[in-house]
């Protein structure tokens, strides 16, 4: 947030890397996805984080872990838990299609989510920069690897 396109250098991208996998890459981070909806909206320092997760707690863990990589504290005024009273399926049953009956789509499916890879997109550069990697993912050129 704090830097351009002209202005982030190699030296930036290389502790942001250090950073990203102190916190989410030694063990991999994982988190639970979930059918209810957490925001953290923070337009000063750049965050507009949209989660689906199982619980409060869980959004909260999730967003503190992104804010400590930019030793940013967190802030209960941006949070925003959206406990919805709509019914998600998880086995949504089947549905006639162009002639045949096909299954139909699991919306907010729930499942465990693990962190892979981090990448800095930057404006004007064709290629994105990676960051961080945990093994088994076929990215070049990292700057971290675990």
């Known amino acids: ?7 982030i250098t190699r030296s930036d991208a290389e502790r942001l890397a250090r950073e990203i996998k102190t916190v989410f890459a030694t063990p991999p981070f ?22 689906l997760v199982t619980s409060k707690a869980e959004g ?4 503190k872990a992104v804010l400590s990589i930019q030793n940013h504290p967190f802030d209960r005024d941006y949070l925003q ?3 919805n009273d709509r019914v998600y399926s998880s086995t949504p049953g089947t549905h006639r299609v162009y002639g045949r009956t096909v299954k139909k789509f699991v ?8 962190f892979r890879f981090a990448q800095l997109l930057i404006w004007g550069q064709q ?18 690897r675990t």
């Not at 994982?30 to 989660?51: A, H, P, Q, S, V």
């Not at 909260?60 to 967003?63: A, G």
């Not at 919306?107 to 693990?114: E, L, M």
């Open 107 to 114: 919306r907010r499916r729930t499942a465990d989510v693990k």
């Open 1 to 7: 947030m704090n830097e351009s396109s002209e202005t």
């Open 127 to 144: 290629n994105p920069v990676n960051l961080v990697s945990v093994s088994g993912t076929r990215l070049r050129s990292v700057i971290e």
């Open 30 to 51: 994982t988190w639970n996805k979930g059918k209810f909806k957490c925001t953290y909206t923070d337009k000063e320092r750049g965050y507009e984080l949209k989660l």
């Open 60 to 63: 909260e863990r999730i967003i």
């Open 81 to 83: 838990y959206i406990d």
